[in-house]
């Protein structure tokens, strides 16, 4: 968006218009993106040049056709700047899509997933507007603006409910475990890879953003200790552990590897919680 809208102030490095051109233009692979970038984006403007004032050896490395959708592409950005401020943010996604992307010799016309992401961002941005701005503004080039500060701060789910409610049922969905957690969703069968490893149990190191110690309830002035860290990692496995079991309708296969990448053997603290249920039980032994 900021190339279509110069007046942001929004300087895209090269790198990211590279991987934007490869993106969308078919004929592209990253090592003909990147030269094409370097030689037609101007940083320190934010422009696109033309195609054709490149060298003719190298538009025909880059390839004629290519060129061709990358003209076709500019043209309408620059075309799209003279009513840039009578377009809310919405509608410039749905247009760029449907009469650039969306056209042969783009990625996105065929590509089913690509065209739905794309549905699911402009009715983000259509909800942003209708809430935000209800009626008519003089100048949707500030709306379209707000609106890309808030998804390049983040402040966009990056988990679009739609998309989470039209999965696949027998789809095979691959994540860490919390990540799985905060979908709240059951399944038939888990496989919990790598039981062994501690990573399973030990957080990241945080000593300036300590999640128990900075809290709110944690007593001012308490000396935070390596048996208070382990009881802490215990209590974490143990409901990281009950949460995904109660999230498993039938049964979890555990995943056991000797050692770890840098070669050393893994015992785990779910490794050995698994082995002693298992002793306890009388189940068959576990297998590497």
């Known amino acids: 968006m900021g190339l279509a809208y110069p007046e942001w102030g929004f300087i895209p490095p090269a790198v990211d218009v590279a991987d934007a051109l490869y993106q969308v233009i078919e004929e592209l692979d990253p090592i003909r993106a990147w030269l094409l970038a370097q030689i037609i984006y101007r940083p320190g403007r934010g422009e696109l040049g033309s195609f054709d004032a490149i060298k003719t050896d190298v538009r025909q490395r880059i390839t004629h056709r290519a060129g061709e959708k990358f003209e076709h592409l500019r043209a309408w950005l620059i075309n799209y700047q003279?009513?840039?401020?009578?377009?809310?943010?919405?509608?410039?996604?749905?247009?760029?899509?449907?009469?650039?992307?969306?056209?042969?010799?783009?990625?996105?016309?065929?590509?089913?997933?690509?065209?739905?992401?794309?549905a699911e961002l402009v009715e983000s941005a259509a909800k942003f507007r209708k809430t935000l701005y209800p009626r008519r503004v003089d100048e949707w080039s500030s709306v379209g603006q707000e609106y890309f500060d808030l998804v390049q701060q983040g402040m966009l789910a990056?988990?679009?409910?739609?998309?989470?409610?039209?999965?696949?049922?027998?789809?095979?969905?691959i994540a860490p475990a919390h990540t799985f957690l905060m979908r709240n969703r059951q399944v038939d069968y888990q496989f919990w890879l790598d039981v062994g490893s501690t990573h399973w149990w030990e957080r990241l190191e945080q000593p300036l953003t300590h999640p128990y110690v900075l809290a709110r309830r944690y007593p001012a002035r308490e000396v935070w200790?390596?048996?208070?860290?382990?009881?802490?990692?215990?209590?974490?496995?143990?409901?990281?552990?009950?949460?995904?079991?109660r999230r498993c309708r039938k049964q979890v296969f555990a995943g056991i590897a000797d050692l770890s990448e840098q070669g050393y053997e893994q015992r785990g603290l779910l490794l050995q919680v698994i082995q002693q249920v298992i002793q306890r039980h009388d189940l068959p032994e576990v297998e590497d």
Do not use: M
């Open 82 to 118: 003279a009513e840039a401020n009578q377009t809310p943010p919405d509608h410039f996604l749905s247009r760029l899509f449907g009469e650039v992307l969306a056209q042969p010799g783009y990625r996105f016309h065929t590509n089913l997933d690509a065209g739905r992401i794309v």
């Open 158 to 173: 990056a988990l679009y409910v739609a998309s989470w409610r039209d999965e696949e049922k027998d789809a095979v969905f």
């Open 225 to 245: 200790t390596d048996d208070r860290e382990y009881e802490a990692r215990r209590e974490a496995l143990c409901r990281l552990v009950v949460g995904l079991a």
